[in-house]
T-cell receptor, first 113, second 112 residues
Framework: NAGVTQTPKFQVLKTGQSMTLQCAQD?????MYWYQQDPGMGLRLIYY???????DKGEVPNGYNVSRLNKREFSLRLESAAPSQTSVYFC????????????FGPGTRLTVL | QKEVEQDPGPLSVPEGAIVSLNCTYS??????FMWYRQYSRKGPELLMY????GNKEDGRFTAQVDKSSKYISLFIRDSQPSDSATYLC????????????FGRGTSLIVHP
């Protein structure tokens, strides 16, 4: 069991470039999430997918798009990267029920120059 | 005011000390309370989970919830250098969204 995997682990982009962060889980979870973490800011929810076929905005969705490709995979796309998007991005998954806990991936460290 | 407040620290203690980590919250609908531990350059992992009020103990860790004061705590007994990490509290409500609201995290350093 790999749990939640994310690719790439590190990425450097120039302003205006685009990229897609990949996330996959093998726990048969219904819900998946993308978080942004900056020093001293905690985890901020970007987008989430409550179940396959649905996606919803979180706290900080501007500048991002997501795709729930299937039950296992949830990708995050930056169409035109900006320096303000330099951050660590975590993907998480959960069963999607009331007394729920989230399982996190190892993160992607993104730098936008 | 954020829904969940947590002092970012850092909190520096000697090995063997009792550590107290705390969060306050404003949403009285929160019923589920979680503590996550995050080592440097890793993803958060669930440490403790409690429902409603009371205490829960797991080895050297005790989670405490005081709903009347809207205050939760995580106590670590006999702290070890391996406990050095960032501790994030998280909580969610009975109704509405099940997605937890996270605190900013407290950085803990346990020095030998």
């Amino acid at each position: 069991n790999a749990g939640v995997t994310q690719t790439p682990k590190f990425q450097v982009l120039k302003t205006g470039q685009s990229m897609t962060l990949q996330c996959a889980q093998d726990m048969n979870h219904n819900s998946m999430y993308w978080y942004q973490q900056d020093p001293g800011m905690g985890l901020r929810l970007i987008y989430y997918s409550a179940s396959e076929g649905t996606t919803d905005k979180g706290e900080v969705p501007n500048g991002y798009n997501v795709s729930r490709l299937n039950k296992r995979e949830f990708s995050l796309r930056l169409e035109s990267a900006a320096p303000s998007q330099t951050s660590v991005y975590f993907c998480a998954s959960s069963l999607g029920r009331r007394r729920d806990t989230q399982y996190f991936g190892p993160g992607t460290r993104l730098t936008v120059l | 005011q954020k829904e969940v407040e947590q002092d970012p620290g850092p909190l520096s203690v000697p090995e063997g000390a009792i550590v107290s980590l705390n969060c306050t919250y404003s949403n009285s609908a929160f019923q589920y309370f979680m503590w996550y531990r995050q080592y440097s350059r890793k993803g958060p992992e669930l440490l403790m989970y409690t429902y409603s009020s009371g205490n829960k103990e797991d080895g050297r860790f005790t989670a405490q919830v005081d709903k009347s004061s809207k205050y939760i705590s995580l106590f670590i007994r006999d702290s070890q250098p391996s406990d050095s990490a960032t501790y994030l509290c998280a909580m969610s409500a009975m109704g509405g969204s099940y997605i937890p609201t996270f605190g900013r995290g407290t950085s803990l350093i346990v020095h030998p």
